[in-house]
């Protein structure tokens, strides 16, 4: 067998000495060019200048360097074409077997605060793409290695058979594919968003996304539907996605969509919480100083809607709370870690779900928090993009409106509410009190009826609702949704306000003894 060459050009430098040499010591020849051909010449390999292999320098500020024949056509030339074969001959160009190159940092460039265009386009790789794609589209005869995780596969193959195989070629090229997508997207995106001041808008002109496959689903959200789950490119610390499956079935469309509706809620909370869900919206959630005391209260809220539902902790799920949990029928329980007292108590439910999902660093930014920064929903033919509802309220930003004043105890009700209720479907109607739910209204044309279905489930729950604390994730637009909650027992009440008819609502609260508080913003969740 011929000795194999490989052409080696990285800005990321990860990994790349340790290959080049157990390439060597296979009696590969190495080219390279600039930065990277001094590294392995610094680290005593011998490696040939791809200027020397091509008889043609580096020019323009190295814009031009490996585009020229004896590169391109050494890649893209078919083995197994006499014709091909004979044009190498021709014109004394060798074949290139294996490719290693990744791109210049474009999308760390650009996420780099008070980049300007000039540093934009300067990283702007023009060789490095051109000869992915030619070995890309060459895989059959050549190996093109885009990231550093695909070198051991590659030597591992070449110290058994002396090649790569098909599969692992044909892979590697998809892979190679997928990330000039993914550069040109970046691409596209910044120049796209970019200003005539300089700025960058939160819209571009094109939209160009990248999703990475985790797995099929067994079905969408109906047995006639197929799905499959995609990740971002760089998923957010402490989102969903990040979290690992300890055991139990595969996750299934719904327990995926209601799982990221539990743990979103949960994570919202700094005390010790459990979130429950059903159908995508909470029936539970309580905060207490432990988690099995949190679970014992978010399940209080409603035990008939508990059952079969996702539930989540932000806290350890220790063996006390294990056994209280265990005790319901439950299809996802999740939390930052279980301990393994409840890891052996779970291990007899081999069905139950558990996801460990490490809680987000926190910060300023959407990411730092483990959000999303937009929110996506597909309509015909389209796509509506919004920044999501990432919003948190403060006490400083609530605007009492009524005569009575709400106590630092009624504050603090009225908050936990506001919280849950930006989790619920819109229309939306929480009552609360000492840190849990009290009786939940969700999704109903019309806010009246999502009060009078929030008191009925207190009712069924065997709750009362006597000097509870309620939210509205939207105004009242009449003062009868307001004498509902008064009736049920409501003694404060947390609003956006708005309405064309605030005044009358307040009204309504002053005359029926009820403290009120503005928020000025709301939580419309369709």
Known sequence: MSQLTALISVSDKTGIVDFAKALHALNVKLLSTGGTAKLLADAGLPVTEVADHTGFPEMLDGRVKTLHPKIHGGLLARRDVPEHVKALQDHGIATIDILAVNLYPFEATVAKPGCT???????????????????AKNWKDVTVLTDAQQYAQVLEELKTHGKTSDKTRFA??????????????????????????????????????????????????????TAALYRDLYPAPGSLVTGKQLQGKELSYNNIADADAAWECVKSFEAPACVI????????????????????????????????????????????????????????????????????IFAGKANVRLLEIAL???????????????????????????????????????????????????????????????????????????????????????????????????????????????????????????????????????????????????????????????????????
């Open 277 to 344: 869900i059903k159908h995508a919206n909470p029936c539970g959630v309580a905060v207490a100083p432990n988690a099995a005391e949190a679970y014992s209260k978010a399940f209080k809220t409603d035990p008939t809607s508990a059952f079969g539902g996702i539930i989540a902790f932000n806290r350890e799920v220790d063996g006390a709370a294990a056994q209280l949990v265990a005790k319901q029928f439950v299809e996802v329980l999740m939390a930052p870690s279980f301990s393994e007292e409840a890891r052996q």
């Open 360 to 526: 987000p660093p926190g910060g300023d930014r959407p990411w730092d928090q483990g959000r999303n920064a937009q929110d996506v929903k597909r309509v015909g033919s389209g796509l509506l993009v919004q920044t999501a509802d990432n919003h948190f309220l403060s006490k400083a930003d609530l605007k009492v409106v009524t005569t009575l004043q709400p106590t630092a105890q009624q504050l603090q009700d009225l908050m936990f509410a506001w919280t849950v209720a930006q989790y619920v479907k819109s229309n939306a109607i929480v009552f609360c009190g000492d840190g849990m739910t009290l009786g939940v209204g969700a999704g109903q044309m019309s806010r009246i009826d999502s009060a009078r279905i929030a008191s009925i489930k207190a009712d069924n729950a065997g709750l009362t609702l006597k000097a509870s604390a309620v939210a509205s994730d939207a105004f009242f637009p009449f003062r009868d949704g307001l004498d509902v909650l008064a009736d049920a027992g409501a003694s404060c009440v947390i609003q956006p306000g708005g309405s064309m008819r605030d005044d009358e609502v307040i009204a309504a609260a002053n005359e029926r003894g009820i403290a009120m508080v503005f928020t000025g913003v709301r939580h419309f969740r369709h």
């Open 117 to 135: 265009l000039e540093d934009a386009i300067e990283n702007i790789d023009i060789g490095g793409p051109a000869m992915v794609r030619s070995a």
């Open 172 to 225: 590697c090229s998809v892979a190679a594919f997928n990330r000039i997508a993914q550069y040109d997207a970046a691409i596209s995106n910044y120049l796209s968003a970019r200003q005539d001041d300089g700025s960058l808008c939160a819209y571009p002109a094109q939209m160009n996304s990248s999703f990475i496959k985790v797995q099929d689903l067994r079905y969408g959200e109906n047995s006639h539907q």
